[in-house]
Structure formats: C-alpha cells, structure tokens
C-alpha cells in the first residue's frame, strides 16, 4: 500500500490551486439562496444549478457521482472499501443583504488584496471547494485509499436541514467524518440550537416586517408607520444608528451569525425598544422591550444560562412580521450542551404568555459532544497541528449548528483559521486565498490518516 510523499502532495496541491480558485468562482457566482415557492427542486433553481454543477466538477475530476432524483442532496465518492468517510458540505447560501453593504457584488467573485470575496467563500463553498480540490490533490499522488470518502453535498443547511434528514434516510451513513463549515483546530461540541415561533393577534394598527434568517442578527429593518419624527428624536437620544429614507426610517445594526449574537447588533430589538418608548407598542414589540431588549444573552428573560463545556446561552430575534391580523416573532436560541432545552421552553412559553404570545417550536437540533480523546478528534488535531506548528490552539466548543450534528462521530473541522476574522453571514464576506490552499494540505493528510483509521 503506497505512503504519502509530502513533496509529491505539495506538488500537486500547486498545480490544483488555481483550477480550485477558478471552479470556487464559478460556483459563487450563483446566487443558492433557498427559494420556498419551488417544489422541485425544493429548494429552487439556483440550489439545484449549484448542486448540479459541483457534481459535474467531481465528476470531471474523477469522482463517482449521484444525484437525488428528488433534487435534495449529491454525492461524489473516490476510494474502495466497506468502510465510509464522510465529508459533509453544504451549497445554499444565505441572503446577501443590502448590496450597497457590500464593496464587491456577493455573486461577482473578486480577489483583492489576497482576498477572495462573496457570498459563501466562508460560508460553505470555499472550504468545500478546498477539501474538495484536496483529496484530486491525494489521487493524484497515486495513494491508495482503502475507505471510501464520499462528499456529500446539502442544499438546506441554511434553513431546515431537510436535505440531510432526507440524505440520513435514504443512504449509507459514514463510519465518521468531517464538515468544513466551521474554524480550526475543531469543533468537539455544538449547542442545541432551538427555533420558536412567537404569535398572537394583532389588536393595534402597527404593521411591521423585518430580518431575513434566524440564523442571522439582522442589521436593519425599516418603519414605515405613524410619528416617524418622534421616532428619529428618540433614536437620537438613544445613540442608535439610523437612516431616514423617502419610504420611512430604517433602523441600523450590525449582522452576525446568530452564534455570535454578542458580535451583531440587533436593529429589531433597537426599534422595538425605540416604538414602546414613544408610545407605539403590540405584543411583540413589548416582550421584545421589556424581556430581551439589547442582551444577547436574554438573561433577563431566562436568566444565566452557561455552561463550563459551551459557555453561554446565545438568543437572537431573527425576524418579525406584524400584519393587520397577526403578529409573529422568529427566536434562534443557542442552548449550551448540559443545559435542558424542555427548561428553555417552559421559562420563554411562561413569559411569552403574560403578553398573549403563543409559543410554537418550530426546529430543535440537539447538541452534540464528541470527546477529545475519540480517535477522530485526535487524528484531524495531530494533522492540524503538524501542518501548522499551533501547538496552543485547543478544541473548542460552539454555538454554531453545522452538519456534524446530523450523524454520529462527525465533528466541525475548519476551514478559518484562528486568527483569521470569521465573516460568514456578514457583507464583504471573504476568505483569504493562502487559507485555502493551507486547507488544501491539512484535508489531504487528514483525510489520508482516517482511510486509515479504525474507529475505535
């Protein structure tokens, strides 16, 4: 059974980069942003041209390739064996946002000052193009591979992992593996991450819609109702930032992934605090006001919630939408690993109440917790720190919900770097161009060491 020659590896990691950086482009340029209106594919054309066209790339390469019939999820498979590694990515990007936000257009890839910018370099197509162009990197080296890796491609990460649930259902799992859609060195443990839904009737005449994912601190939303002047004096007086525009007063924050509500500034929550204290208020607007206001913590609604595994609870108002007739709040909770999600759930539906608010758990993603000791955790630690020289780097714990959480023996594994700023969910979204290619070398030799590695 041949060895790796590192040299050989470093040679074809160089030849493969620009073809790497060219077929991420290509990708990026489509905008795989969910579209619920579709029914097939599910999740609309632009997911679907995005599936389609890495699965043409892998074959092109030399992999085995599948295609959901119901459009759900790809497959591309290399190597021989019973045993399964998997490598689990995702297409589907979220909403770009304001566009005046951004310095490059999210779906016109550019490299600027060794940056390579748009919508999903982090956040999944970089790193899967990267783990990806890393493995054609190891096949060409002439290495044997006596475990099947297979590169599983979701295209619902961003929203209900349906594509995932449907994968699970209909395929062979692997024995463990890895998704690049997180930070190095690893993620050993994610959070519960808790989805709700908050309604009731509308009985006031505010209407109101604002915020595109919950999995994202939204950074405006605009007002379009009465007293717009008062509003603007009191957003004065409150130090926040806002623009007045022809069509009404738009509230400005700051967007971050919803694991990072701490990092975000939440402009929902700074209009609902601004509306209830000039008088205009609803439901929603006063549970916002009175029970979370600008803590992104929510502890004055559930009070300390943290753990020594996960640290602490993360509570983020994705999205409202106040209609004549209804009110709706949209809440991502990220609930550290020990703590109880059923206490989670009594604390917001008991508060909820008081202000006629119905509670409707709409996603519930367990957390998970590989330990450190497992031999995946230590076989991608060893490689990482072997290709780096970090050394002080440790597993850490997250708040964040990626494809790990869908199987078992499965951890977060890059692709940003620690000291690199992670921009995933945010404008002027970019990965560096020197990170890609290190990835490339780390997910070479990591996925060398675990086609050679028992699972025990």
């Not at 989670?344 to 909820?352: G, M, N």
């Not at 977060?412 to 995933?424: D, L, N, T, V």
Request: contains cysteine; proline residues 5%.
């Amino acid at each position: 059974m041949a060895s790796l020659d590192d040299v050989q590896l470093m040679e074809q990691i160089q030849k493969w980069k620009e073809p790497m950086i060219e077929s991420l482009k290509e990708i990026l340029r489509i905008p795989s942003i969910l579209d619920e209106s579709s029914q097939h594919p599910p999740f609309g054309s632009s997911i679907d041209e995005a599936l389609r066209k890495i699965l043409a790339l892998c074959d092109h390469l030399g992999f085995r390739t599948y295609y959901d019939p119901e459009g759900y999820y790809g497959y591309a498979e290399v190597g021989v064996g019973t045993e399964l590694i998997g490598v689990l990515s995702h297409l589907d990007v979220v909403p770009a946002g304001d566009l005046n936000t951004w310095d490059q257009h999210p779906f016109d890839p550019q490299i600027v000052d060794g940056k390579l910018y748009g919508r999903g370099t982090q956040d999944d197509k970089g790193p899967t193009m990267a783990a990806l162009f890393a493995v054609k990197a190891l096949m060409e080296t002439g290495v044997d591979l006596p475990k099947r890796v297979r590169f599983i491609f979701g295209t619902d990460e961003e929203n209900h992992w349906r594509c995932m649930k449907k994968y699970v259902q209909k395929e062979e799992v692997p024995i463990f593996g890895f998704t690049p859609d997180s930070k190095f060195p690893l993620i050993y443990a994610e959070k519960g991450l808790l989805q709700v839904q908050l309604q009731a009737s509308n009985t006031t005449t505010l209407t109101l819609e604002g915020g595109t994912a919950l999995n994202s601190v939204p950074d405006r939303i605009v007002y379009r109702g009465d007293r717009q002047e008062a509003l603007v004096s009191y957003l004065e007086k409150l130090g926040y930032d806002y623009q007045v525009h022809a069509t009404g007063v738009e509230v400005l924050g700051k967007a971050s992934h919803a694991q990072f509500t701490e990092r975000g500034i939440n402009a929902i929550s700074r209009l609902a605090i601004a509306l209830h204290d000039i008088g205009i208020g609803s439901r929603a607007i006063q549970f916002i006001a009175h029970e979370i206001k600008e803590d992104p913590h929510a502890t004055g609604l559930f009070g300390p919630v943290e753990d020594a595994v996960s640290g602490k609870l993360n509570c983020n108002i994705g999205k409202i939408k106040i209609t004549e007739k209804h009110e709706e709040l949209l809440i991502d909770i990220r609930i550290p690993v020990t703590v109880d999600k059923q206490e989670i759930l009594d604390k917001l539906s008991q508060k909820a109440q008081l202000y006629g608010l119905t509670l409707k758990e709409r996603e519930w993603m367990p957390s998970i917790y590989v330990p450190k000791d497992h031999v995946l955790v230590r076989t991608l630690m060893q490689v990482y720190q072997e290709v780096t020289g970090d050394c002080v780097s440790k597993p850490i714990a997250s708040g964040g919900a990626t494809y790990a959480r869908a199987m078992k023996n499965c951890v977060a594994f890059g692709a940003i770097f620690p000291h690199r700023e992670k921009m995933a969910h945010q404008s002027n979204e970019y990965i560096e161009v020197e990170d890609l290619t290190l990835s490339m070398e780390i997910y070479a030799k990591a996925i060398y060491r675990l086609t050679r590695t028992t699972n025990s």
